[in-house]
Every structure is written in structure tokens, then in C-alpha cells.
């Protein structure tokens, strides 16, 4: 299949899909300096807060096809990668680790507590009974199964109450329904009892946030055939509260630091980014700006995962001020290649060519600005001058709406948020475009 509506003709990538962002994690309790970036060719890892960039293949971390696999970070640097088949981790990208206690397990969901200390997996497929397994990040810990998940369920997020590592929750739905329900355990995983809900829509719940202070109130995501919506449930799923709404996909969520600011986000920027400074109870849009994932980073960064759709167009940026402007920091084209390993070759060397000959070139010319479109809310707006003046590459900042073959509805959510959720999940691979870590998506 050739690439064509930019006016150049190429070949697409072999797993059949564009190159795109996915999901940003930093390290919990670190500086923000070292960066990972999930894509749809692998694994990006910065070690200059997204200054400079190289790749992790998906061959090096056993994986490949249309997989996208949850991702975590730990407190040393780790990243946790999960497969169809099992669990790996690297610190470097170049020695890659098994976890023997998950071999044959397919991995759903990967989370940690806010120090990064402790590790959560969610297991589960068609043809295996779900369950809730965890670990310590010190040497020498081992995986174990805390418990299992109700037969003939389809899990999706999982999510660890920061004031009570015993309350956890989980949604998912039966298997051949996309209605979404909330399980809560009170014993560590090891039981769960469900909450169904009686929502006017049906769609898939995701976890966004555990309240850090009151174990009973969570913040969820919800896409429906004819938007998104956030919900707030004071009592564990029993009702729940719309706190906001759209009418396409909300993409990116994430939550900052201090447990109270909440970012939501479109793929359409007339959407654009929201923010909550009240623990998710009101929302304000900040600016128009489309976004693919969102994470907020220590040192004032909200990493935003970009249209590259457009010709040169920016795959990975930056808001230093919560949201109301947005920078590029860097296009797929500026990857600088595989990660340097040691001891030998990386096994993504060979791979390289053929993958940089897939990313759109940039365009010839001066650098255009970096600013984000006016927001309805705030008069706020132009370039974030101090990320703008240490950038050299010629990168385009994505505003208006774009299309792309295929893949339009990913871009502008379109009045089908659902439908797009369902193309792009492949056995939902992705926690961390949900929002989470200890975050996201």
C-alpha cells in the first residue's frame, strides 16, 4: 500500500499502519529528564526532556504486528512492557528481561503507585480468566497472583487507590457487550464485587483516577456511540456524575501531582485540551488543540502526543503553562536512530532505514511558529519561548483538523468516538492513551 495524500508515494509501514504517538510515561519521583513514547513502531526514549530521541523496536521487546502494549515505568527507571504472551523490561533498550511468573498471560493493564514502588499487572483473554497479579520494584521480588477476575469477562483498566493499596478497581465488560462495569476489591484482589452500570449509553469504561484521599470516589473515562464523557462516582460505581462531555473521542487524560488538576483532551481541536483544578468536579477548556495522549511530568510539563498527519507535521509536544499553549519538541523525521547498546548491536540497527523512509519529510523553509489556536477561554496564546528557542528542527505546531487515509475518524474523533476506540484497541493493548500511571491515556 503507497502513501499518497501528502503527494509523495511510499511504501507503508509492514504492520499496515501510519506512524503515530500513543502514550507518554516519565519516572515516578524523577526529575521528568528521561522520557518513554509508546508508538505505533515502537518504543521512543528520551533522556533530555524530549530534547532528543531514540528508538526501542518492537523486535528488541518481543512484539510486532498491530500489538499495543500497556506500558509502566518504575521508580528506577524501568520500563515495563506488556505482551500477548508475557511481561519484559528494560532500563536501557538494549537487555531485555522476562517475567517468568507471566509466561502465556496476556497483558491488559500495567499501573504503579505514585512513587513507583509497587507494580500492578491485569491479565486476561478469550480464552484465560482474568486476574490481578503484583510485585515490589526492589531486587530480588517476584511476581504474584492476587487473585481472579469473574469468568467470562473482558478486562480493560485497572487502578490502585493511593490511600489504600487493599482498595483496587477495575473496568471491563462481558465478553461480546461494550457496556463497561466497575469492579472494586477491598482485599487486595483477591475478591472483586461489580457495580453494573445503568448509563443512557453504551461503551467501554476507563480508569483515569483513584481519588488519592478518598478511596470511594473515581474518575472515569467514557466513550459512547455518540461522544465522551468524564463520570464521578462518590460511591464506588453505584452513580455516577457527568462532568464533562464531548462529542468526539477524548483521546488523552492524565492527572498531575498534586492529586487535584486533571487534563482531558480531543483529537479535534474544537475540543481541544480541558482542565480541572477540582479534582475532576468542572472543567475548563484551556485551548484548542488536538490531542492523541496527554502526561503530566515533573517540572511544570504536560507531554502531548501530536497529529503527525501533516506534511512535517509534529508527532511529540510540550505546554509549560498547563495546557493554554503548545510547542513542538520534536517530528518522527528527528528520531536520531536505535538506542547505542554496549555490549552489541541493537537488533533494531538493521530496521532503521526502511523505518525513518516511512516518516513524512519535513517541509523546506524557515521553522514556523510553535503556538497553539486561540482558546475559547483564555486569551492566552502564542510560542512557549523557552522550549521554542532551543529547537532547530524545521517542526510544524498542529492546529486545525486534519484527515488522513484511514484513519480521519482517529484524528477528528468524529461523531463516532466509540467506533474509533473499537479500530484502534486491538485486543486494547494500550493503558497508557487511557490516562493513568500512576498517570494516564
Not at 121 to 142: C, E, H, Y
Amino acid at each position: 500500500m503507497a502513501l499518497t495524500s501528502f503527494g509523495i508515494s511510499q511504501p507503508a509501514r509492514a504492520n499496515g499502519r501510519f506512524p503515530q504517538a500513543q502514550a507518554i510515561l516519565t519516572v515516578p519521583s524523577g526529575d521528568g529528564s528521561t522520557v518513554f513514547l509508546r508508538t505505533t513502531f515502537g518504543i521512543l526514549l528520551s533522556r533530555d526532556a524530549g530534547a532528543s530521541w531514540r528508538w526501542i523496536c518492537e523486535r528488541t521487546l518481543g512484539y510486532g504486528g498491530t500489538w499495543d502494549p500497556p506500558i509502566a515505568v518504575t521508580r528506577d527507571g524501568r520500563l515495563w512492557v506488556g505482551l500477548e504472551r508475557g511481561l519484559v523490561s528494560t532500563i536501557d533498550g538494549c537487555a531485555v528481561e522476562t517475567s517468568a511468573e507471566l509466561d502465556g498471560e496476556q497483558l491488559v493493564d500495567l499501573t504503579t503507585d505514585a512513587k513507583g514502588e509497587t507494580l500492578w499487572a491485569l491479565t486476561g483473554a478469550p480464552d484465560k480468566r482474568g486476574a490481578v497479579w503484583g510485585r515490589l520494584t526492589s531486587p530480588g521480588s517476584v511476581w504474584t497472583k492476587l487473585g481472579l477476575l469473574p469468568d467470562d469477562i473482558h478486562p480493560m483498566t485497572l487502578e490502585v487507590a493511593p490511600s489504600n493499596p487493599s482498595t483496587m478497581y477495575v473496568t471491563a465488560q462481558p465478553y461480546g457487550t461494550v457496556r463497561g462495569w466497575l469492579w472494586r476489591s477491598d482485599d487486595g484482589g483477591k475478591t472483586f464485587r461489580v457495580a453494573k452500570n445503568d448509563l443512557a449509553h453504551t461503551g467501554p469504561l476507563f480508569i483515569a483516577v483513584v481519588d488519592s484521599k478518598d478511596a470511594n470516589r473515581v474518575v472515569l473515562r467514557h466513550l459512547h456511540t455518540t461522544g465522551s464523557t468524564v463520570l464521578v462516582t462518590t460511591d464506588s460505581g453505584k452513580t455516577f456524575r457527568e462532568t464533562l462531555s464531548m462529542e468526539t473521542a477524548m483521546f488523552g487524560f492524565t492527572k498531575g501531582a498534586d492529586g487535584k488538576t486533571l487534563y482531558a483532551g480531543s483529537g479535534r481541536p474544537a475540543d481541544g485540551i480541558f482542565r480541572s483544578t477540582d479534582r475532576g468536579e468542572h472543567f475548563e477548556r484551556v485551548s484548542n488543540h488536538g490531542v492523541l495522549c496527554l502526561h503530566d511530568a515533573p517540572g511544570g510539563r504536560l507531554f502531548i502526543c501530536e497529529n503527525p498527519f501533516t506534511l512535517g507535521g509534529s508527532a511529540i509536544a510540550v505546554s509549560l503553562d498547563r495546557g493554554r499553549t503548545v510547542s513542538s519538541l520534536a517530528t518522527f523525521a528527528d528520531v536520531r536512530g536505535p538506542v547505542a547498546c554496549a555490549a552489541a548491536p541493537s537488533l533494531c540497527e538493521g530496521a532503521w532505514p526502511e523505518t525513518l523512509a516511512q516518516f513524512l519529510p519535513r517541509e523546506a523553509g524557515p521553522p514556523p511558529a510553535t503556538s497553539a489556536a486561540p482558546s475559547r477561554t483564555s486569551d492566552a496564546g502564542g510560542p512557549v519561548a523557552a522550549v521554542a528557542a532551543r529547537r532547530s528542527c524545521l517542526c510544524d505546531a498542529v492546529g486545525a483538523p486534519t484527515t488522513a487515509p484511514e484513519r480521519g475518524w482517529v484524528i477528528a474523533g468524529g461523531g463516532l468516538p466509540l467506533l474509533a476506540w473499537t479500530r484502534m484497541r486491538r485486543r486494547r493493548g494500550s493503558r497508557r492513551s487511557h490516562g493513568g500511571q500512576a498517570s494516564t491515556t
